[in-house]
């Protein structure tokens, strides 16, 4: 079956350290996105990647990284700049950048102790 | 700046009991809208796009209008299963997503 595989599901973190969520796809799509979710809200951006070795930042990019070595590939690591890193964490994909329509991973929930 | 705002932020409704969600948004050229369903601890599920004022879609007991300054997602004689969240995002000419703030559908047998 083709989708998006996010790991961990659920994540721990102390302050202070930098945790990695992945995010892999088999859709062959070529654009991949980081959004972040927190309750009652809607999600926002946080970086894209239209293409390999390419990636934009995103209304919210500070204290967040991220690399597309490969096409199926588009790690996030949350930095411990980031001020507020508990969230939820959705990864998506699409067939282009300007197709709009979504395809969204099962999320990754981040909890900062 | 482009906004998108979902209304009512909840709403509860007996099985059966028609109603619709409601997707007010001021951009700076729309490319599209999209509606997405999303139940809790889940990412979200595509349902529709729309592209143009008068345009309508259909799901099920879902279906999905627009016009130039709003879309509806009106949703007849539901059931407990259509209970979630669901989402309004609109796309610019220049490629730039917003999402509102989700409404939450609670559907009671």
């Known amino acids: 079956d083709g989708g998006i595989t996010q790991s961990p599901k659920y994540l721990f973190r102390k302050e202070g350290q930098n945790v990695t969520l992945s995010c892999e796809q088999n859709l062959n799509h070529d654009a991949m996105y980081w959004y972040r979710q927190d309750p009652g809200q809607g999600l926002r951006l946080i970086y894209y990647s239209q293409i390999v070795n390419d990636f934009q930042k995103g209304d919210i990019a500070e204290g967040y990284s991220v690399s597309r070595e490969k096409k199926e590939s588009f790690p996030l690591t949350v930095t411990s700049a980031q001020k507020n890193p508990t969230a939820f964490y959705l990864c998506a994909s699409s067939i282009e950048r300007d197709s709009g329509e979504l395809f969204f991973g099962e999320g990754s929930r981040l909890t900062v102790l | 700046e482009d906004q998108v705002t979902q209304s009512p932020e909840a709403l509860r409704l007996q099985e059966g009991e028609s109603s619709s969600l409601n997707c007010s948004y001021t951009v700076s050229g729309l490319r599209g809208l999209f509606w997405y369903r999303q139940d809790p601890g889940k990412g979200p599920e595509f349902l529709f796009t729309l592209y143009s004022a008068g345009e309508e879609k259909e799901k099920e007991r879902l279906k999905a209008t627009l016009t130039k300054k709003e879309s509806f997602l009106h949703i007849t004689a539901p059931k407990p299963e259509d209970s979630a969240t669901y989402l309004c995002?609109?796309?610019?000419?220049?490629?730039?997503?917003?999402f509102g703030d989700g409404t939450t559908l609670t559907v009671k047998p």
């Open positions: 995002a609109v796309i610019t000419n220049a490629g730039k997503s917003t």
